[in-house]
């Protein structure tokens, strides 16, 4: 059930749903003067926020149909639309304007983004609506390279019915209480975490996220930007930790699977635990996908330790070459970030906002999110978002090897950091 959001505090954004397509034409205009921009999306297809862009990619062509254009390509898939991204930014042809959900490409690509800095200083209206831990987490030696508008909260879900059924009357407070847990969903015959390894492994990846941060020194490392050692105790206890889980707490499908499959498991209800962020809540409640009531049984809570994901993230870059095309590509942006698109994606898709949203209405479970982040002891930020790229794409690499026992935790730390440098 929905129930009214009172001033939301957000700061990044989760989500993923803007193809990249389309090299930039060598004619700013389109017909009878009108500018052209360029837009590739991963938001397209079964995506959470599929129907927010087409809808506000709509209303911007619509009011500003005697000006600009927005031309948008639909690519289905985060690694899809991210692989198109390295090889336009090769060929020096990037699109207008980027939004890259969760992942980090200013490092890779700031070079050939335009510095967003004296555009927002010129306008202190637009400048003051962005949240400090927004602009910070968008910014590299002082410039801005993309405009936040989401805000990262995360912890997992967990099916208080099967909780029941095996025996758990609360939440674990730490690890050694999670695995206990675990354990009693086995012995209820109920397979306990969905997991995954393709694509970065994302849900596997939180856990493994939440674990390191667990710590003073984990959360420090979990908020370091481009960590390039991790040959640390953290790791390397976090490694281990998703070994026995990969070994003895998930599906079958989990090795070689991806988000889709880890996500299936839990609305079919054949796992009891998954972590994501509040954007999947709205699936809870379409029973095209889950059964009648199943929203009702699904809770949120912290990790163990009291951990939560609960940071900025990256943006809406601008790539355009042109000051015609610039000045388009400024008004899509500031378009998509405004409040009211960002209230729109918090009630549409359940995305937390970069800015303060007042009297919103959303899912329970997205306020529980909201509440447990801005209470919660330990706030890290997410692997795709700081690490670099050349390491995200080795998890899923290693995960497998290291679920079947070929390498060690030690080993697999020594992978990541091999792939840092």
Known sequence: MKKKVVAVVCVLSMSMSLAAGCGNKEEGAGGNGVVEISFPTFMCGTASQTEWVKERV????????????VVME???GDQNYIDKMKVLYSADDLPDVIVTGGYNLIDSMQDKLVDLTPYVEEDPEWAGFMSDVGKNVNTRDGKLYAIPYIRQTIGYFYNTELFEEAGIEQVPETWDEFFEDCDKLLAAGITPVSMDTAESGWVTSLML????????????????????????????????????????YTTADAVGGAYAEAANNFFNEKTAIIANGPWMVSKFYDTSVVSEDFGDRVAVATFPGNVMYNSGQIGWSIA????????ASLAFVKFMTS???????????SVIPDCVITDADVYSQVQDTINLADSASR????????????VVDEISVQYPLLADGSITPEEFAQALTDAAQ
């Not at 409040?339 to 898709?349: A, I, P, T």
Request: hydrophobic content about 30%.
């Open 320 to 327: 355009s070459k042109t000051e015609e095309k610039i000045e």
């Open 209 to 248: 996220g939440a674990m390191i941060g667990d710590s003073d020194t984990g959360e420090e490392f979990m908020n370091t930007n481009q960590p390039d050692d991790y040959n640390n105790d953290e790791v390397v206890k976090a490694a281990g930790m998703i070994q026995e889980m990969f070994q003895k």
């Open 58 to 69: 709509e209303a911007f062509n619509e009011e500003y149909k005697d000006q600009y254009k």
């Open 74 to 76: 639909e690519i289905p």
């Open 379 to 390: 706030s890290i930020n997410d692997f795709q978002s700081l690490w670099h790229a050349t």
């Open 339 to 349: 409040e009211e698109s960002q209230k729109l994606d918090l009630e549409m898709c």
